[in-house]
């Protein structure tokens, strides 16, 4: 049997707030059905469209040939979008547990019980890993748009009087203020983007960034204080 974890799955995007994490999986006899609806909601409710969702039963279906496995990992590869939660390496372990999924639902049956708890068993690993990645995304993002709120609030105070003569100017001048910014949230959030403070101010101020936007042109939004 997998390790147990305490800890809920929460999704950070779109699609769903759908929680369930490992220690919610039943692998008693009676209740392995519900575990096995379980585990197809965690692997797809958050990530998928319910097309795509249906598309993915068919290809486990598929996955079940010995054959048409490796064709039918590849489909499901592709059939997630790619994301930061979702990349190369989580959607191949996703893979992999869609295929243990359906391995258990076909053992379950058969009446192979003792086959389809070991097969629920390793499709559910997986869930501690997904539940850590989203939640950690989630936060990124949360704090993210927290640091870009501040930047703003300060982009207005050292906005010159008769304002900003071109975007450019106003990131020569706020990139020491974001950069002290990224430098508090480095301390417990890590590295926010890639992206150098100069060049990242300045990719606000073209895209019209709602916050920094209004703070260039000398308005004022309801942004989080220091």
């Known amino acids: 049997m997998a390790p147990r974890s305490k ?5 950070d995007n779109n699609h769903s707030d759908f929680q369930v994490c490992e220690s919610d999986i ?3 006899p009676s209740n392995l059905e519900v575990g096995l609806n379980l585990i197809f909601l965690a692997l797809t ?5 319910p097309d795509q969702c249906i598309e993915f039963k068919v290809i486990c279906r598929r996955a079940l040939s010995p054959e048409h496995r490796q064709d039918a990992k590849a489909q499901l590869l592709e059939l997630y979008p790619r994301s930061t939660v979702m990349d190369t ?6 893979a992999d547990a869609a295929i243990f999924l359906i391995q258990a639902t076909a053992s379950l049956e058969q009446g192979y019980i003792d086959a389809a708890q070991t097969y629920i068993a390793q499709a559910s690993a997986i869930l501690p890993k997904l539940e850590k990645r989203r939640i950690h995304q989630r936060d990124k993002l949360s704090t993210q748009e927290e640091c870009i709120q501040r930047f703003a609030k300060r982009l207005l105070e ?3 009087k008769d304002g900003w003569r071109n975007i450019d100017q106003a990131a020569a001048a706020g990139q020491a203020e974001l950069q002290t910014l990224l430098d508090e949230y480095r301390l417990t959030f ?3 983007w890639k992206v150098d403070p100069g060049t990242l101010v300045l990719q606000w101020l073209q895209q019209k960034q709602p916050y920094v936007h209004e703070a260039y042109h000398g308005r004022s939004t309801h942004v989080s204080g220091d």
């Open 190 to 192: 890590g590295l926010l």
């Open 158 to 160: 050292i906005r010159p």
């Open 45 to 49: 409710e958050p990530y998928l469209t």
């Open 7 to 11: 800890k809920s799955a929460r999704g």
């Open 89 to 94: 390496g989580m959607r191949a372990k996703v």
């Open 26 to 28: 039943p692998l008693q």
